[in-house]
């Protein structure tokens, strides 16, 4: 087995994030996440810029952390896409510095990979798995046999559904991120008040949609008041999940699944969690969770993938590493 430990760095959008994981345990070692999010909440949203600025000025004091793990260290990891163009940049610019200095190779992960490998931080891997991909800027379905055997086969067509609830949070003056804020006021409210249309029930692809909804929530919110923005957030969560409910369970009469996870920043949505619990009973299929520690963005998931790209020996060159903001998975 390999001795020694992988520094992993992750800095795709507005989280500052280093962990070192040890390669044959796959045990996190060391793991510190900055949040920007009292930053980006004044602007309602992530401004890339001021992430960039505040990435350059975080993660050199969680690197001083780390400088006792350097002697064990094998390779240097880090997000290099899909995420911001100028928040990438300033992780794969540390990670290159710390391979020249270091003399060690470099490892680039993708950020939706790191996601999926969120399930097994501190555990070995249970695949095949069938993947709800949920975030701020994702909304997928992946089948995933392994490391490099990820099939893509749903996505949204537009907004996703982190991205839904943040606008939503927004037409009603609400804090951002406005995930856990709906989330929270949902409670409070009657989901049944509001009769938001759920998209695409007509449509037999397997897509997701999310500008409709939002659009119906803008009306009611301007038509109401704010005594009325508990029924809204709990009718509009109560469909934007039963969306993706309807659609799945279609899916997976001729794809029944053996293993089936919920993985992203929006996953750590306990509604979703339950109506998705709800859902599998009938396959008999186990239901995975990443810990609610792991599911927004942390340089953890990243070197859990790193230490499998490891162990295979997939490296990148350091002329080769480059951000890519777009790429899939």
Do not use: W
């Amino acid at each position: 087995m390999e001795n020694g430990m992988i520094l992993s760095i992750e800095s795709s959008c507005d989280d500052s994030s280093i962990a070192i994981t040890d390669i044959e345990t796959k045990k996190l070692v060391f793991h510190k996440k900055i949040s920007q999010e009292l930053e980006h909440a004044v602007y309602g949203g992530v401004v890339p810029e001021l992430a960039s600025r505040l990435h350059a000025e975080a993660l050199p004091k969680i690197l001083e952390e780390c400088v006792p793990y350097f002697p064990k260290l094998k390779a240097i990891a880090v997000t290099n896409a899909p995420g911001l163009s100028v928040t990438l940049i300033e992780g794969i610019t540390m990670a290159k510095a710390l391979s020249v200095s270091l003399e060690l190779p470099l490892i680039a992960v993708n950020h939706l990979k790191g996601h999926i490998y969120s399930l097994f931080i501190d555990k070995e891997t249970v695949f095949p798995q069938t993947v709800l991909l949920v975030s701020g800027g994702h909304t997928q379905v992946v089948e995933v046999q392994g490391l490099d055997e990820m099939k893509t086969v749903a996505s949204t067509m537009d907004d996703s559904f982190g991205e839904s609830f943040d606008k939503v949070a927004k037409m009603m003056g609400l804090p951002y991120p406005g995930g856990p804020v709906i989330e929270k006021l949902a409670k409070e409210g009657d989901p049944k008040r509001y009769k938001f249309t759920i998209p695409l029930q007509q449509k037999k692809i397997f897509a997701f949609s999310y500008s409709g909804i939002k659009n119906a929530v803008r009306l009611a919110v301007e038509a109401g008041s704010e005594a009325d923005y508990p029924d809204i957030a709990a009718s509009f969560q109560e469909v934007a999940s039963e969306h993706l409910v309807r659609k799945i369970k279609k899916y997976l009469v001729e794809n029944p699944p053996k293993n089936f996870a919920i993985v992203g920043g929006a996953s750590a949505n306990l509604y979703l969690r339950e109506k998705i619990e709800v859902m599998l009973k009938p396959y008999g299929a186990k239901l995975y969770l990443a810990e609610l520690t792991y599911c927004s963005d942390n340089a953890a998931m990243i070197g859990r993938v790193a230490v499998e790209m490891y162990l295979n020996k997939d490296f990148t060159e350091i002329t080769q590493l480059q951000a890519t903001p777009r790429a899939p998975l």
